[in-house]
Each structure stands twice: as structure tokens, then as C-alpha cells.
């Protein structure tokens, strides 16, 4: 078994036809992909020569080294040893599992190709470390498929995979999978069966006009469809929050926190912050009121939460505003590391611009008035220098773990006349961070996609007449998402966007 996480997310198949691939580049098309936020990429090509396969292997590898992605070989166990890039994936017409271990070692990643039950049961018993399920939907790209098993035929598979205990097999399908199909394909009732991982998909990105955004596309349907298990685990599991937050909105965050299912406790003195963690909390350093015992009770608790291994969010409040604040910024990015930063644009600019930074916020409102695009580099810069996911909010909200990044244009102009709903976000993707440690660009997608559906939901109740009644109104439509979702009812998913 390998032993580092993979994103199979969005996976991409390459095909250097002409059929597939026009006139374009493969590498250029390759980079895109991994731009718009393709996870791993196998290289498949079942004509050229030897030298020809080690030769643009050799290419892709560099290319997926820089996005720090796994790069797989179809099929060609040797191109995979020549090139050393990080595996192969085998159907089961070719080398058999045994063989490819044998001579790739432990450390290499094995995909297999199953179509049914038995394939499927027996990969996993060899010691795949992933597999791909197929062929789902009939497809020009592979003519020669054994069978078309459509999402039901995925599903009794993914069903045979949690009976038999080997339900933490990654899992992706492939066969005809595109933009249009991939919701209906990840979508499954309730939570009984194991969820897909990822969608594998070959025509969908090389054959697309611009294949970063048909990328960004899918993995933004493929990350909304993970949202509900954010919900749900959050709901079964009552993660502990622990608040180290602003006078003016303690009360309204540890309400939000118990609405979306999580247990708050707001504690400001850092001593409690070891036992805190111990018990399985994630912290929120929010620096809304800051003062230097505040400062100095930050940096203790940070330090016991990191020594710990538990989540920590940061809530920059009012970065830019003043000297003393601008200063306590940097103080605090130096102390530690963060799970998650949070802010508006003008937060994340003096937290990514040091103190000589021009940005000077008037009190904690965002100043700043950047593009889309400068917005989405903002967080990804910020995400890659503190290793960490950063969530930057504004009528357009975007996510970056510096690999993959998203946008969310849920929300309601209410929210912003009302104190705190900006804290309580970041006390509920502390909740989400805590509880669901395995993706926490997923769990801020989760928390943001939520409140901003939330809010939406409650502006157009009847009662709602303005900031006043919109806080109980906000407040119930969280917890009646919650509820519905452990119900299994996922209608406000359809209101992401
Ligand atoms: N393997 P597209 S289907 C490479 O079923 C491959 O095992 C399949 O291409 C299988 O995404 C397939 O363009 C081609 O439909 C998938
Ligand atoms: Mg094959």
C-alpha cells in the first residue's frame, strides 16, 4: 500500500489519438488539466514505441511533478520503471497484479480496472490500491469495452466492496463520464453504500475547447457531491469547537455551532487549551477584539493545538486596520501553522503582503476591490505559502488549497448586516475541519456552501423583513439543512452554485 494521500478527485486518462486530442499538444492540454485541478494523470497510449511512451512520459512527469501529482503509466509496467514515475494502472487483460508488484515494489502505486463484483473483490484482495470501475457509459473513446454496467452496475459494485471490508479501496469509474453526467453519477441515496472517490475521464478534458475549465467544472461536482458527508459526519459526530473569539459575537457563533450540529465552548484562557484538544476540538483564533494577554493566549493555545495534530482556523478580523493588529498578524502566522486562514480581501492581503503592506482597512469591513481572478490568486498564494486551505470571503467566496480552487457564489446580502455571521463561518468550518479531517478544502466548501444556502433560504421566508428577523430565520435553515441531510433528503444541494 502507498503510503501518501492521492486526490483521485479528477483523473485524468490521456489519448494522444487524433481522434481525441486534435491538433492540440498533449502536454499543454495535460497542464491545463492539472491547472483547473486534475488530481492524478495516467498516461495512455497503446501504439507508439517503446522510446516513444518513455519519451512523453518523461514530459508529463515533469509537468506533474510541478502540481505535485501522481503520474500512473497504462498498462506499460516497463515505461513506468524507465520513466520512475509513481505507478501503473493494469486492466485485467494485461500484467497480472502479482507481477506488476513484483517488479514496481511496495512503494508504487497499482490501479486496476474491474467491471464486476468478483474483479472487484479479487484487486482488492491482491492489494490494489485503488480502482476504476467501468465501463460506465458507452463511449467512443474505448470501443472495445467488455461491458457497459451503468451507475447502478457502479453502485453494486462500490455496495459488494463495503460487504466484503474492503470499503477503503479508493475507488473511481470511468466510461463516458462528462460534465453534463457526473452529478448523476456521483449521486446516491442515503449513506449505505461506500461513496466513488473520483471520476476518470478521458474525451471530457482532452477533447475540451478549454480543458481548465471543463477540469474546474468537474471537480467542483465532484467536491459538492462530498458535501453532504461533511454534513452528516459534523451531525453524527458533535465535533468540539473551542473559540477563542471577539466579544461581540460569542453568543451568535456557539448558537450557529450548535444549529449545524457541533458542540461550541468559548475559552479564552489558553491553559485550557491542551486538555481542549486532547479531546479532540479545533480551535478558532479569531483576533476580532485582540489585546496582548489575548495575543499572548493565542500563541500558547496554537502551539498546544499544533502539538497536539488538532485543526486550527484563523480569523484575521480587521487585519489591515491597525498597526497594533497588522502587527499581531505576523506574530501569529510566525507562531504556528493553521488548517485554515479566513478572511475578506483586505484580511488576506496583510496577511499575504507582511507589514509594509498599502492595504489599510477601514475597521473590519473588506476595502479592497479585486477581480475574480486576483482574488483566486490571492488565496492560492496564501494557501501554498502556510501550506494550509484559505477561505476568502465576499460576495464571490474562493477556496484554494493552493493545488485546486473553487469559487461559491451562494449568500445573501443580509449576511453582511448582521454582526458575526463572518465569525460564526469560521467557527462552523472549524466544526467541519475538526470533524472531517480527511479534505478540508471540502469542509470549507461545505461550511461556506451551507451558510450561503442558508441564507438564502431564510431571506425569502415570509417573516424575513430584514437583519433582524433574518437571524433566527438564518439560524433555524441551518439546522433544518442539517436534519435534512442526515435524513437523506439533499434538495439545498442543488442550490450550490
Ligand atoms: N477505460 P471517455 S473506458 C480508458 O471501461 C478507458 O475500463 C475504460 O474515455 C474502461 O472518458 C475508457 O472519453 C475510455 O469516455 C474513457
Ligand atoms: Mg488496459
Given at each position: 500500500m502507498v503510503n501518501r494521500t492521492v486526490d483521485y478527485g479528477v483523473y485524468l486518462v490521456t489519448d494522444s489519438t487524433p481522434a481525441v486530442l486534435?491538433?492540440?499538444?498533449l502536454t499543454q492540454v495535460v497542464e491545463a488539466a492539472l491547472r483547473g485541478g486534475v488530481g492524478i494523470v495516467q498516461y495512455r497510449?497503446?501504439?507508439?514505441s517503446h522510446e516513444d511512451a518513455v519519451t512523453t512520459a518523461r514530459e508529463l512527469h515533469v509537468l506533474t511533478k510541478r502540481f505535485d501529482v501522481p503520474l500512473l503509466v497504462n498498462d506499460r509496467v516497463e515505461v513506468a520503471v524507465e520513466v520512475g514515475c509513481e505507478g501503473v494502472h493494469i486492466g485485467q487483460d494485461d500484467m497480472s497484479f502479482d507481477a506488476a508488484r513484483r517488479i514496481l515494489g511496495s512503494e508504487k502505486i497499482i490501479g486496476v480496472t474491474v467491471s464486476c463484483e468478483e474483479e472487484a473483490i479479487r484487486a482488492c484482495e491482491a492489494g490494489a490500491d485503488y480502482l476504476g470501475i467501468g465501463t460506465v457509459f458507452a463511449t467512443q473513446?474505448?470501443?472495445?469495452?467488455?461491458?457497459?454496467?451503468?451507475p447502478s452496475g457502479v453502485s453494486t459494485i462500490l455496495e459488494a466492496l463495503k460487504e466484503s471490508g474492503h470499503g477503503a479501496v479508493p475507488t473511481v469509474c470511468i466510461g463516458g463520464i462528462n460534465n453534463s453526467n457526473a452529478a448523476s453519477v456521483l449521486a446516491h441515496d442515503g449513506s449505505s453504500r461506500k461513496s466513488l472517490d473520483g471520476l476518470a475521464v478521458v474525451s471530457a478534458l482532452i477533447a475540451a475547447p478549454d480543458p481548465a475549465a471543463a477540469a474546474r467544472q468537474l471537480l467542483g461536482t465532484v467536491l459538492t457531491a462530498k458535501m453532504p458527508q461533511v454534513v452528516r459526519t459534523v451531525a453524527g459526530t458533535t465535533p468540539l469547537t473551542h473559540n477563542m473569539t471577539n466579544l461581540v459575537v460569542q453568543n451568535f457563533a456557539a448558537n450557529v455551532a450548535l444549529a449545524v450540529g457541533a458542540s461550541p465552548i468559548m475559552a479564552n484562557y489558553a491553559e485550557e487549551a491542551p486538555d481542549l484538544a486532547k479531546l479532540g476540538a479545533a480551535l478558532v483564533i479569531n483576533m476580532g477584539t485582540i489585546t496582548p494577554d489575548g495575543l499572548r493566549n493565542f500563541i500558547q493555545a496554537l502551539k498546544a493545538y499544533n502539538d497536539a495534530g488538532r485543526p486550527v482556523v484563523f480569523d484575521p478580523v480587521g487585519a489591515g486596520a491597525t498597526a497594533v493588529r497588522r502587527e499581531a498578524v505576523q506574530t501569529l502566522l510566525a507562531a504556528g501553522h493553521y488548517a485554515v486562514i479566513k478572511g475578506n480581501s483586505s484580511e488576506l492581503l496583510t496577511v499575504h503582503g507582511g507589514p509594509s503592506v498599502t492595504e489599510r482597512q477601514r475597521g473590519v469591513d473588506s476595502t479592497a476591490v479585486l477581480s475574480i481572478s486576483e482574488r483566486a490568486r490571492l488565496a492560492r498564494d496564501i494557501a501554498r505559502q502556510h501550506s494550509c486551505v484559505v477561505l476568502l470571503t465576499g460576495p464571490t467566496d474562493l477556496i484554494s488549497d493552493g493545488r485546486r480552487t473553487l469559487r461559491v457564489d451562494n449568500g445573501h446580502e443580509l449576511l453582511g448586516m448582521v454582526t458575526g455571521t463572518g465569525c460564526s463561518l469560521g467557527t462552523t468550518v472549524s466544526a467541519m475541519v475538526g470533524a472531517f479531517g480527511e479534505d478540508a478544502l471540502v469542509a470549507c466548501l461545505a461550511a461556506t456552501v451551507l451558510f450561503g444556502v442558508a441564507a438564502e433560504m431564510a431571506a425569502v421566508r415570509p417573516e424575513v423583513r430584514g437583519p433582524g428577523t433574518f437571524v433566527p430565520a438564518f439560524i433555524d435553515e441551518l439546522y433544518g439543512i442539517r436534519k435534512a441531510t442526515t435524513a437523506g433528503d439533499l434538495q439545498w444541494l442543488s442550490m450550490a452554485k
Open positions: 486534435g491538433d492540440c499538444s497510449d497503446k501504439n507508439c473513446t474505448k470501443k472495445d469495452t467488455k461491458s457497459i454496467i451503468g
